[in-house]
């Protein structure tokens, strides 16, 4: 130790007496603006305004590697460390902090947060993360060159940093940016301009601090398609039915911008026609978009001129009537993303009935705590083994990771469900389910099953009335059969996407191109079908 010491202030002492042209004014000042973390949230919030979905995730992954790592480094290991500050003799005065730090010196708190922010941010995309590096570098080897740490501290600040993002991922794990190329492509037409493409837009989905309405993006964009309005007064099917009429009359493909509900919804009517689909993510977290791996319109825009598609999966719950010698299907549901009976359409219907009065994410937590303690366990026979269960959640493909709160699929046409329990017969089951999420070994709770299978029957459903599937909660039959629809709707994806940066400099330009013009296009007042272009 009495060597490394050593060695530390001989570098130190190296570093004193660097002299590098222009550097004194601009380290000091990148120093000083990183106190208290405002350089890394002033770029986090930079990254949230002019950034798509993926920088959004970055920059929330950065701020919380970043509020980790400052609470281990000021509230754990300076105080057990406390390593006094370096004495200022051999730094030139010109480099001085007009404000000397009081805390002590090991480890560098300014590194553990450039290194956790940056580290963070490049676990979600390695593009953002290479323009946020060399600033972090810059700011660690600042608090050398002005004289408030010693080197080791800043390797140490910088460990901290690092592992404190690491660890982020066993609760939130990240997400892949593309996901794995399904083979063989589906057949779709190209459909250049969006000639032949119906597109039915939810005008209430999404931000109202969009930089474009809907409408107007998507007649920028591809001029030559249908766009049929449904506003929030407006009849959701009978406007829907509208859209895949004149689809199959146009014999192009049907088109849906908004959010998850309403692309489920159309998309299950796509299926059943056999219309490829177009869709354009418009809602607030876009997860089936995300999926299938157009998470930016630019995306589809792309796919739909050149005709380039994926087939995916369709989970289907069929209620089932059984009597003495026949079973017989009635009124199938069809699910894209997921199928779940016990705790979660309890918390489904009771967020719905807060939502509009404390909004949608204090209302989500309101209800997990009362669904959570109020809660009875459902019982049910799943393929003839009797089981009591707290919940039953089946996904359309596999959602990853193994072990954790779903969190995305990499691929949709892999023909299983990802089927998981959590088992209602074990003692204090929903206690040690929460425990095991927040440590992060939900994969090694005896509570917690999970495995793929291409079918499942569920019989003799009791302690529960209802189910939901893609978020819709409705009556619960006493009879399911599970299984899949393998490849049966076509969605259009491009081959190669661009990254998200060149997305955000295409959408600025084509926004500052409908502001030049001081004019965009508008539906008719009634949300009727608008042929735009022609």
Not at 75 to 95: G, N, Y
Not at 115 to 138: D, H, K, M, Q, W
Not at 279 to 290: D, E, I, R, S
Not at 450 to 462: H, N, S
């Amino acid at each position: 130790m009495r060597f490394l010491g050593e060695l530390d202030q001989r570098l130190f002492i190296r570093v004193a007496a660097a002299r590098v042209p222009g550097a004194d004014p601009a380290l000091t000042r990148l120093s000083r603006s990183a106190d208290h973390g405002r350089l890394w949230l002033g770029a986090a919030a930079g990254l949230v305004t002019l950034g798509g979905h993926t920088a959004r995730r970055a920059a929330l992954r950065g701020a919380g590697s970043l509020v980790l790592a400052s609470l281990t480094v000021n509230t754990v290991v300076k105080w057990s460390a406390r390593r006094p500050r370096p004495l200022l003799e051999p730094v030139p005065q010109i480099r001085h902090l007009l404000r000397q730090p009081r805390t002590t010196s090991f480890p560098s708190g300014h590194s553990a947060s450039a290194a956790a922010f940056a580290t963070g941010v490049a676990l979600e995309s390695t593009r953002y993360g290479a323009l946020i590096a060399p600033v972090a570098a810059a700011v660690a080897f600042s608090r050398v060159y002005v004289g408030v740490h010693y080197p080791g501290d800043v390797l140490a600040g910088t460990v901290i940093g690092v592992g404190a993002a690491v660890l982020t991922c066993r609760w939130w794990p990240p997400r892949q940016v593309n996901p794995e190329r399904e083979r063989p492509p589906a057949a779709a037409p190209a459909l250049p301009g969006g000639d032949g493409l119906v597109v039915f837009v939810n005008t209430g989905a999404g931000t109202p601090a969009a930089p474009l309405p809907a409408t107007t993006l998507l007649a920028e964009l591809l001029p030559g398609a249908e766009l049929v309005a449904c506003g929030p007064d407006d009849d959701f099917d009978a406007l829907l039915d509208r859209a895949v009429r004149r689809t199959l009359a146009r014999g192009g493909a049907l088109g849906v911008h908004g959010g998850d509900g309403t692309v489920n919804t159309v998309a299950r009517s796509a299926a059943r026609h056999g219309l490829p689909l177009a869709v354009f993510p418009g809602g607030t977290f876009n997860h089936f978009a995300l999926d299938v791996g157009v998470p930016h319109v630019a995306d589809t825009v792309a796919a739909v001129e050149r005709g380039e598609a994926v087939a995916v999966d369709l989970g289907t719950a069929a209620p089932q009537e059984t009597s003495a010698d026949t079973d017989q299907d009635t009124d199938p549901m069809e699910f894209l993303n997921t199928f779940a009976i016990g705790l979660y359409p309890e918390l489904v219907r009771l967020r719905e009935r807060l939502e509009h009065r404390l909004g949608k994410w204090p209302a989500a937590t309101v209800a997990l705590i009362r669904v959570l303690r109020t809660a009875a366990p459902t019982e049910l026979r799943i393929d003839g083994r009797r089981r009591r269960l707290w919940l039953l959640f089946a996904g359309n493909c596999h959602y990853v990771p193994d072990g954790f709160a779903p969190a995305f699929r990499p691929r949709l046409d892999d023909g299983l469900l990802d089927l998981r329990l959590i088992d209602g017969d074990r003692r204090l089951a929903r206690t040690r389910v929460v425990l095991a999420a927040f440590l992060g070994v939900l994969g090694h709770s005896p509570v917690y099953v999970a495995e793929r299978v291409p079918e499942v029957r569920i019989e003799d459903l009791k302690g529960t009335d209802t189910c939901a599937y893609d978020g819709e909660v409705v009556p619960a039959p006493g009879t399911l059969r599970l299984v899949k629809r393998n490849r049966a709707l076509v969605v259009y994806r491009p081959a190669v996407p661009r990254s998200e940066i060149v997305q955000q400099a295409w959408l600025a330009t084509v926004l500052a191109r409908c502001r030049g013009r001081g004019r965009g296009r508008r539906l008719p007042a009634d949300g009727g079908p608008s042929a735009l272009g022609h």
